[in-house]
């Protein structure tokens, strides 16, 4: 298996851009989660979904930022329009059941916003 | 609101001593888990605590739950220098919700 799977893994746009992070989960889990690493705020959890349904989306920052998971082998984390602020490491990991479950973590993307 | 705290944040040890990491959580929860990450790399789950008492063991480290202290432990044993990492705790409260990480430990293991 190939892991969990993000993209891109470097993206670099100005502010006021919209921004989508993309997420592949291993095949066969069904939650996924977006988690944010920043050097202020340090890992935070944004959302997570079962089943393609969002459980907990109590971490999304604001309204610029929205998440979709179309169905169980695909999630998008979009930022519309992007800030300075959210320049950070984005995580996407995935488990087969709910967070008690071992989580498998993606290799991140990093976002900066000029 | 639930408030997660490590200490210490940085750790200095020499190969083959033993020492623990602390993890502090404001409010109730029997959810708790633990995090390796290397530098400039993504995390590892390392264990999940679901209970009063819980001990999970993985090679040289041992995690502990305590739920009634809101406390646990991270126990390192022989610390060899592939243990170098940043250590994280977690802690998700009774409601399945407000998931929250302490601020890590910067564990180095010197030969």
């Known amino acids: 298996d190939a892991g969990v799977i993000q993209s891109p893994r470097h993206e670099v746009t100005e502010m006021g851009q919209e921004v989508t992070l993309r997420c592949k989960p291993i095949s066969g889990h069904n939650s996924l989660f977006w988690y944010r690493q920043t050097m202020m705020r340090g890992l935070e959890l944004l959302i997570y979904f079962n089943n393609n349904v969002p459980i907990d989306d109590s971490g999304m920052p604001e309204d610029r930022f929205s998440a979709k998971m179309p169905n169980a082998s695909f999630s998008t984390l979009k930022i519309q329009p992007s800030e300075p602020r959210d320049s950070a490491v984005y995580f996407c990991?995935?488990?087969?059941?709910?967070?008690?479950?071992?989580?498998?973590f993606g290799p991140g993307t990093r976002l900066t916003v000029l | 609101e639930l408030k997660v705290e490590q200490n210490p944040l940085f750790l200095s040890m020499q190969e083959g001593k033993n020492y623990t990491i602390y993890c502090n959580y404001s409010?109730?929860?029997?959810?708790l888990y633990w995090y390796r990450q290397d530098p400039g790399k993504s995390l590892e789950s390392l264990f999940v605590?679901?209970?009063?008492?819980a001990v999970k063991q993985e090679g040289r480290l041992m995690a502990s739950l305590d739920t009634k202290a809101r406390l646990s432990t991270l126990h390192i044993t022989a610390a060899v220098h592939d243990l170098s990492a940043t250590y994280f705790c977690?802690?998700?409260?009774?409601?399945?919700?407000?998931?929250?990480f302490g601020p890590g430990t910067r564990l180095s293991v010197l030969p």
């Open positions: 409010t109730t929860s029997d959810r």
């Open positions: 977690a802690v998700e409260n009774n409601y399945g919700q407000n998931f929250v």
């Open positions: 990991a995935s488990s087969w059941g709910l967070p008690t479950d071992t989580q498998y």
């Open positions: 605590l679901l209970s009063n008492g």
